[in-house]
Structure formats: structure tokens, C-alpha cells
């Protein structure tokens, strides 16, 4: 659903249909300059192309250099990611099972997320004790999502993601 700015390649004649589209990007009626990878591959899918991913690939990018960076970075791409859902609902019924499942995780597993973390930090308020639940809710999640990226890619790095989820 998002082919990453630096690893994303398309064929000219595809890009040149829709750069009309893709240069006028437009959120609730106001222009919009963050997400463009993902918009871009959106207006892709709904004009019928298709995505794939190689895992030969190699690119270079600038990643952030402080914690703030990160955060930020981060939260430009979860405004994205629930933008753009929403652009792409419609979507869902013809993609692949393991992105529908990808999209539906990227947008209710915040969500879940969120309410683990409140829940456990009340019982742990409440009844003093470890939110052992939440901690393997949370855990679990984490596994399945990136064990189904570890099977599909075939490269068991993947579940390196895992760590991902601390910071998140």
C-alpha cells in the first residue's frame, strides 16, 4: 500500500497519467505535502496497476538523528497511513489478503495499541500488580504481524520489526 519514496520505481507512461493527480494532492479540500510515497502508490492501485515487492532492491535514504526526528517522522507517516485508508477503502476487496490484513493492522493496531497500554497502566494503578495480559496482548500482536511479513518476504528478519513496536 506505500512503496517508500528512495525503493519505488514506475514506469513513465503510468506516472505520466496520473501527475495531475499526484501534484494537486488535496486532503479535505486543502492542499497536502506529507505522504506523497503513499498517495502515489494509491493513485496507482486505483487506476489498476499493480505493486511488487523485490527484495533485491537497495536504496539509500536520510533516516532521522535524534529521538525527535524519529518522533516526528513517525507521526508524519501514522497521519498519512489514516489519511490515506480512507482514500483507499474501496481498495480492499481486490488487493492481496496479506495487505488487506497490512492495512487493516496499520489502522487497528494503533488503536488496540493505545487501549493495551491504558489498560494496563490501570490495572497496574489499581491493583498495583503487572499487567502481564496486556504485556503478552501486546507482545502477541507484535509476533503476528511480523511473522506474516517474515513468511511473505521469506527472510526471517523481519521479525527484527518486533522492536519496533517498544518505540512505537
Known sequence: MCC???CAMYRRSALLLLLDKYETQLFRGRPSD??????LTILMLNAGFRTEYV??????????NSMGAYLRQQLRWARSTFR????????????????????????????????????????????????WSTILMIA???????????????ELRFLGFSLHTLLN
Open 4 to 6: 517508500c519514496g528512495p
Open 34 to 39: 506529507f505522504g506523497e510515497d503513499r498517495h
Open 55 to 64: 527484495p533485491e532492491a537497495i536504496a539509500a535514504t536520510v533516516v532521522p
Open 84 to 131: 490515506d485508508t480512507l482514500l483507499a477503502l474501496r481498495l480492499l476487496p481486490g488487493l492481496d489478503r496479506y495487505l488487506t490484513l497490512d492495512v487493516i493492522g496499520q489502522n487497528l493496531g494503533p488503536l488496540l495499541l493505545a487501549l493495551s497500554v491504558l489498560t494496563g497502566l490501570a490495572q497496574l494503578a489499581l491493583t498495583a500488580t503487572v499487567p
Open 140 to 154: 502477541s500482536m507484535t509476533m503476528v504481524r511480523c511473522g506474516v511479513a517474515a513468511f511473505r518476504a521469506r
